[in-house]
């Protein structure tokens, strides 16, 4: 480094096999202590950052702001996913404890019910109704079974309707009586059909798999509550669900609820009516009119 300085500052090259001493003058001597300084400064000086124009700048700023909005976007839908799982796996919890306590509770009340006898006998009915209904069927979604619940809820009013008719009123005679027969067994007939075809294959839930195996959906099926304590409900909630105007449903089965009481009101008056003797006073029935 010194043989250069000497070069650069015009120091005269020395006679072969001689050496030339230099002294450097005073007004040099600080510049020959700063160059090592300067030169360890600028070996350890960062390197300089470039200047951005306005446009990149801002164009640079918008791409960190949209990517840090994607980052925290997906972390929301993460943190909802995993609530819905959890609240989805809540429910199945609550919906498998509820059946279970009921299936307890109706135990207590009744005895198994054991349909050996009639597994084997409606075996070759079962076997031409799986071509037709499959193995098993989604109760939630099946629109096949809402129709089929269309039959049963009108077996049910049958029932609900005309029994308390037939045991009040005189309405049995010789030329109705067939008739009568005829839809009653029709009645029971559909009764069967729903607990021996539809309802054994309902898939069910249990411990977060569908269980779609009709030997264990049969099981299920005879082992709950609504096979020894059937709910006559069920075929207004789903017919609700699927309906787009259900408030005309609504106000249909509130008037049925109404028309309902009236008829249970009317044969209660004339059970009263009968017990204290028809047109023995202005209160009780007349007798005039069809009863």
Same mark, same amino acid.
């Given at each position: ?68 909005e ?22 199945e919890?609550?919906?498998?404890a509820?059946?279970?306590l ?12 054991? =349909?050996s =006898? ?11 109704m799986?071509k037709i ?9 099946d629109r ?6 269309t039959?049963?809820?009108?077996? %049910? ?5 005309? =029994? ?18 005829f839809?009653?067994?029709l ?30 959906t ?19 909630d ?17 008037i049925g ?5 009236l008829?249970?009101?009317?044969c209660?008056? %004339?059970?009263?009516s ?6 023995t ?11």
């Amino acid at each position: 480094m010194f043989s250069k300085l000497k070069k650069f500052l015009g120091a005269p090259e020395p006679p072969p096999g001689r050496t030339l001493s230099y002294a450097p003058s005073a007004e040099l001597l600080p510049v020959l202590l700063l160059l090592p300084l300067q030169r360890g400064l600028k070996e350890i000086s960062p390197p300089e950052t470039p200047v951005l124009r306005k446009e990149d700048y801002i164009r640079k700023k918008e791409e960190e702001w949209i990517a840090k909005e994607e980052v925290e976007k997906k972390k929301a839908e993460e943190a909802a996913r995993k609530a819905e799982e959890k609240k989805k796996m809540d429910e199945e919890k609550r919906v498998e404890a509820e059946e279970r306590l009921a299936e307890e509770a109706a135990a207590k009340i009744l005895p198994d019910i054991r =349909c050996s =006898c009639f597994d084997v006998l409606l075996h070759p009915i079962e076997k031409r109704m799986q071509k037709i209904l499959g193995d098993t069927i989604d109760p939630h979604t099946d629109r096949r079974y809402i129709a089929w619940m269309t039959f049963t809820a009108l077996a %049910y009013n049958y029932n609900i309707w005309f =029994c308390p008719i037939r045991l009040i009123f005189p309405c049995h005679n010789p030329s109705v009586n067939p008739y009568w027969i005829f839809f009653d067994v029709l009645s029971d007939l559909v009764y069967v059909t729903d607990i021996f075809i539809w309802q054994p294959r309902f898939q069910f839930i249990k411990a977060g798999d569908i269980i779609k195996d009709i030997a264990l959906t049969k099981a299920h099926y005879r082992k709950s509550h609504r096979f020894k304590i059937e709910s006559f409900f069920e075929f207004s909630d789903r017919l609700e669900s699927i309906m787009a105007k259900a408030y005309i449903w609504r106000v249909a089965r509130t008037i049925g609820y109404l028309l309902f009481a009236l008829h249970l009101n009317a044969c209660a008056f %004339y059970v009263a009516s009968e017990y204290q003797g028809i047109v023995t006073t202005t209160w009780v029935y007349d007798g005039e009119g069809t009863a």
